[in-house]
């Protein structure tokens, strides 16, 4: 069992006083002398010199003290350890996600989570319409985005990178863009909401102005339709690296993505206490994407 008075030696040591340690812990600098008194009889070594004016540690006081402190922290961490595996992590969680992102990166992770937290009530909605955390009652919500409302808190989970594609099918039937200018002679494909593009390339910087070829206001039907030959689209590389990686789409000036500016992130009303089943999913979340870039 840990010795209550390894707590009071390291507050004196900390206050570098008997009294002001006394007013921490509510007890009197007699008692507190007592004390100090008792843990060094026991140890059979001195550990504070005291005088009328101040306090000084002995050799062996230092040695101890710096012991104590690390043994106190272990029990400290450990406590919370305990206290927040079992906390009771359940009752309804309302998560918004967009709808590819959602579909490709969340929904296939939920399991995972729930299997740990069985008795959360969930309700994950999908839509690439700009969701009111309060008003639409969200408790959790994945933002693609360059910033987030000072209301909000946000927890970065990865990059978005962002490259220019199409099909093979499209390249061979009308040829590939050399220049960023040669853009405009092309079939462009781009949801609502996604005009203008805006690249670069080093430092060099350009927007590009898109009437897309079909109007859509599904950015899944954008990269279907990228898939299947209509045009070109600029699609981050959560959605299209595997259709890359396979031949499914092409890169296409492979020189000029969409800024840096934008990421990923989870996001939640702010407050000053956190209900546990929100912190559990935001902390998944970070855990399961802290790999991604």
Known sequence: MLDPDYA???????HGSLSGAGRALLISPAMMSK???????RL???????????????????????????????????????????????????ISAPTSFGRMHVAPRINLFLRHHPDVDMEFD?????????????????????????????????????????????????????????????????A??????????????????VRSYVATNSSEIIRELALAGVGIALRSLWDVEDALRRGDLIPILEDWTGPDDLAVYAVHLKSPVRAPVVEAFVDFLRQVFSTAT
């Open 8 to 14: 009071v030696f390291a507050k004196v040591v900390e």
């Open 35 to 41: 004390r100090i008194a008792r843990l060094e009889e």
């Open 44 to 94: 059979g070594v001195r550990l504070i010199h005291r005088t009328t004016r101040k306090l000084a540690l002995t050799p062996e006081g230092r040695q101890f003290h710096t012991d104590v402190v690390a043994i106190l922290k272990a029990v400290e961490e450990a406590e919370g350890r305990v206290t927040k595996r079992n906390r009771a992590i359940s009752g309804p969680l309302r």
């Open 126 to 190: 999908l839509s690439d319409a700009y969701v009111d955390l309060l008003t639409d009652q969200i408790d959790v919500a994945i933002r693609i985005t360059d910033r987030v409302a000072a209301s909000l808190a946000a927890h970065r989970l990865m990059a978005n990178r962002r490259v220019l594609c199409a099909s093979p099918d499209y390249v061979a039937q009308f040829g590939a863009p050399q220049r960023i200018s040669d853009l405009s002679d092309h079939r462009l494909l781009a």
């Open 192 to 209: 609502q909401g996604q005009s203008p593009w805006k690249l670069i390339h080093g430092q060099t910087r350009k927007t590009v102005d």
